[in-house]
């Protein structure tokens, strides 16, 4: 006689189903190492080995902004109440998956571990503009001469990424440059393009700039020493990202620590 007959067969299905959302949740955790097209944020450098501590100090120091940029209020995450009754696997990971989403929707700030040196991202969300954001940061630093970070160096906004190939810059640039270069009665500026570019050699410099001087046309010009506004693109592994900022050069080039140290400079000259 078969000893194995009689046994009940094992539920696979449902084993199957929780491997799948057990995936799902890998997926959302893993969704902050990596740099997806169509997000906005802000690239930062910092001094090497400190990228932690960058990270953090401008977790604290972004939030505390966007309160008074946007007048929001903290956002408080209330974690569920202990549960004591049994759940069943399926019921668990849903509740898990649920729940790292709603925190990914709540950050304004997600940082991403993009596991670079020195170069840490941010994702945001709305009401976040990032370049909006980042000029308002650095002129209340520029005014303030209070000194409220150590490690970071540069801010380098991105209003919107794409893929870094020659037609995904393309839509990009239509997307990002319109409302800043083709409105209806649009003033001339003058303008200059500035790129970075990391861990990338699909999309070389002279092809970027060719690509958004093109998009920007007339009736603007180029000048690369006296601009109204500057063409600001990261590109880094196989995205890259625009934004179109003012006021670069008087604000240190979005340095934070040039920033402090001229105002340091000024109050001593000035005693």
């Known amino acids: 006689m078969n000893g194995k007959r009689g046994q009940k067969r094992k539920n696979t299905y449902g084993a199957g189903k929780s491997a799948d959302k057990a995936k799902k949740i890998r997926y959302w955790k893993s969704a902050a190492s990596t740099i997806h097209p169509g997000v906005a944020g802000i690239f930062a450098t910092c001094n090497r080995n400190h990228e932690k501590q960058c990270t953090q100090e401008l977790i604290d120091l972004f939030n505390e902004e966007a309160e008074k940029q946007y007048d929001l209020a903290k956002?408080?995450?209330?974690?569920?109440?202990?549960?004591?009754?049994?759940?069943?696997?399926?019921?668990?990971?849903?509740?898990?998956?649920?729940?790292?989403?709603?925190?990914?929707?709540?950050?304004?700030?997600?940082?991403?571990?993009?596991?670079?040196?020195?170069?840490?991202?941010?994702?945001?969300?709305?009401?976040?503009?990032?370049?909006?954001?980042?000029?308002?940061?650095?002129?209340?630093?520029?005014?303030?001469?209070?000194?409220?970070?150590?490690?970071?160096?540069?801010?380098?906004?991105?209003?919107?990424?794409?893929?870094?190939?020659?037609?995904?810059?393309?839509?990009?640039?239509?997307?990002?440059?319109?409302?800043?270069?083709?409105?209806?009665?649009?003033?001339?500026?003058?303008?200059?393009?500035?790129?970075?570019?990391?861990?990338?050699?699909?999309?070389n410099r002279d092809q970027i700039i060719h690509v958004l001087a093109l998009a920007v046309g007339p009736p603007h010009k180029v000048d690369l020493k006296d601009y109204d506004r500057l063409v600001h693109v990261e590109c880094f592994k196989n995205i890259i990202g625009i934004s179109v900022v003012k006021d670069f050069e008087t604000l240190k080039r979005f340095n934070l620590q040039q920033i402090f140290e001229s105002k340091a400079n000024r109050i001593v000259d000035d005693e």
Do not use: M, W
């Open 75 to 203: 956002e408080v995450i209330e974690e569920d109440s202990d549960n004591n009754e049994e759940e069943d696997i399926a019921a668990s990971i849903n509740k898990e998956l649920e729940s790292l989403k709603k925190s990914r929707e709540r950050k304004l700030f997600t940082p991403v571990n993009i596991d670079c040196e020195c170069v840490i991202f941010f994702r945001t969300r709305k009401p976040i503009d990032p370049p909006e954001f980042v000029h308002n940061v650095c002129e209340n630093a520029l005014k303030s001469g209070i000194k409220t970070t150590r490690h970071t160096l540069r801010l380098s906004p991105v209003s919107l990424t794409a893929s870094a190939t020659e037609e995904d810059l393309k839509d990009l640039a239509k997307k990002v440059l319109a409302p800043h270069f083709h409105t209806q009665n649009q003033q001339p500026y003058k303008f200059a393009i500035r790129t970075t570019i990391r861990n990338h050699t699909t999309l």
